[in-house]
């Protein structure tokens, strides 16, 4: 839209040599954008970095709960004044985290996050999780509701703090939890709770792509999508890294 923009001012300027790479960028920025193996490539090399775990009996016995990031349903002014919570199109970290509910009740859990809005309003995305349990029948399963936290460094701190202050309540060590969060997210996570020296095991979910490469696909919006998906994650990465948020090694 810029390089339109400009475009459309070089004409006004009658330099039309401008207009015309102006024109030309913007024609094979666009191509790159929705020419969907470009994104796609880097986007399976973030979804892989970190390796699933399977959910194993043996894994379960041990781990003491379940953290889920937020990010998947909309709080703020839609459910205050609809009176409905929204899911997002991160719909996968609330689906997986009510199946381990249901399959799992004695399993406490987490649903970290407030908002990650420049301008956030209340109700929180944890606290829009909470009336979301409710409606689905799940209200009396023993949870935690960490609604101050504004970005994925801030998730594993506060959720830091009610771990280790159950284990203290309960006079045992502090136990792995199973971490829910999109695939494209899940190394950031990784490298923040490893920063903090919180135990976690991480259980991808949201994954954007397949083993198979769709080298005939071409789409705007979905590849713009997954760009955007991509240059988050790098940008939150380098930030991390140079703020000393996060620590660059996969345990």
Known sequence: MILIALALLFLLLRKNHLVRRALGIALCLGFFIGYIPTSQFAM???????????????????????????????????TRDRGEVMIRA????????????????????????????????????ADAFKQLLQEQGLGSHPGYYEN??????????????????????????????LLITSASHMLRSVQVANQQGLLIVPLSVDYQTSKQTSWHHFDLVEGGDQWNRLIHE???MAAYWITGKGAFSVK
């Not at 609330?94 to 209340?122: C, D, N």
């Open 44 to 78: 399976r090399i973030l979804e892989d970095a970190v390796p699933q775990t399977p959910l194993t009996p043996e894994v379960l016995s041990q781990v003491g709960g379940i953290l889920i990031l937020g990010n998947a349903v909309e709080g703020g002014p839609i």
């Open 234 to 236: 790098l940008v939150g």
């Open 148 to 177: 101050q936290s504004r970005n994925t460094y801030e998730n594993m701190r506060y959720s830091k703090k009610i771990i280790e202050g159950l284990a203290e309540k309960e006079g045992t060590l502090v136990q792995p939890w």
């Open 90 to 125: 991160s719909a996968e970290r609330v689906t997986k985290a009510f199946q381990l509910l249901r399959q799992y009740p004695e399993l406490p859990f987490i649903a970290s996050g407030y908002s990650g809005r420049l301008l956030p309003q209340r109700p929180s995305e």
